[in-house]
């Protein structure tokens, strides 16, 4: 038989148990209502207005699949879609590249305090404007920049650099090369250090260290610098607007372009939804590769 002390202790047990649980669920609440309002429901309305028409300039709500057939009937949209994502991709693997011997010194060469400081002067940028930032460089690109400016002086034309791949390379390095460098940081500063030196203690060189302990080790970290800095390369509009000129033209071009053609919304809405789907299967399949080991 159950004592009267215990029974008198299970309704108070159970509701702490209660309490408990709902205190946690209490506290697990803000993540699925962020995920619903801020990426659910405008993902949701976007995929309404892309079944929605345009009549007299006003976007009407309608099911209709008209801005599906016109924009996939577009003969550029493919040209568009694989010269941004080529463009992204190109400027992910550079940016990383460049980012790497920085993020190295600082993991492995730096001291602790030094490497804090380090990273809070990679944080800096995002504390101007970016747009501000890509108006800084249309004065180093323009034709009499800075640039073009050193190289007459050496002799050389001197043309402008701007609407050119490179001006859009360096748009995309601005915004995702802060983004990069510390992610890279801190996948190379958790790097297990025994490894290191029980490599080293074999005799392996310092590039079979790197390649065959180091990059392994370090590599669920290096691969999502290299997929932010794709996404951030692959939605961009500000680099290609004002330092390709829209000469390029990439889906977020094709959007505004849409857009300003008789608000055509949902026309805009279908190529947005295009992107996402994009991006999430790029996502998908880079963390799968990077975390494939793990399970």
């Known amino acids: ?16 148990f209660l309490f408990n649980r709902a205190w946690q669920a209490l506290w697990v609440l803000p993540l699925p209502a962020w995920l619903l309002l801020f990426f659910a429901v405008p993902l949701g309305l976007l995929v309404a207005i892309s079944f929605w028409s345009v009549a007299n300039y006003r976007l009407t709500p309608d099911a209709t699949l008209s ?11 493919w040209a568009s879609f694989w010269r ?12 990383s590249l460049l980012a790497f011997p920085a993020s190295y010194a600082m993991a492995f060469v730096a001291a602790p305090r030094q490497r804090l400081i380090l990273l809070g002067l990679a944080i800096a940028p995002f504390f101007t404007s970016y747009l ?18 050193i190289v007459q002086a050496l002799g ?11 001006a859009l390379f360096l748009g995309h390095a601005t915004l995702a090369l802060p983004v990069v460098l510390i992610l890279q940081t801190i996948a190379l500063a958790n790097v297990d250090r025994t490894g290191i030196s029980a490599a080293a203690n074999l005799g392996a060189r310092p590039g079979a260290i790197l390649l065959r302990v180091i990059l392994p080790a370090a590599r669920p970290g290096l691969t999502l610098g290299l997929l932010f800095a794709f996404l951030l390369s692959y939605a961009e509009f500000v680099s290609a607007a004002y330092l390709g000129g829209g000469a390029f033209q990439t889906l977020p071009i094709l959007v505004t372009d849409l857009v300003r053609a008789g608000q055509q919304w949902p026309r805009a809405a279908v190529v947005s939804l295009l992107m996402i789907a994009s991006l999430l299967a790029t996502a998908f399949v880079t963390v799968l590769w990077a975390y494939r080991e793990k399970g």
């Open 156 to 166: 050389g034309k001197g043309e402008s650099l701007l609407n050119t791949y490179f």
């Open 1 to 16: 038989m159950t004592s009267p002390a215990i029974a008198a202790r299970t309704p108070a047990r159970r509701f702490h």
């Open 84 to 95: 941004s994502y080529g463009l992204a991709m190109a400027s992910a693997v550079a940016v």
């Open 132 to 149: 501000v930032r890509i108006y800084s460089w249309q004065v180093f690109l323009a034709e009499g920049g800075v640039i073009s400016s």
């Open 67 to 77: 801005a599906w057939r016109y924009v996939l009937g577009l003969d550029f949209l």
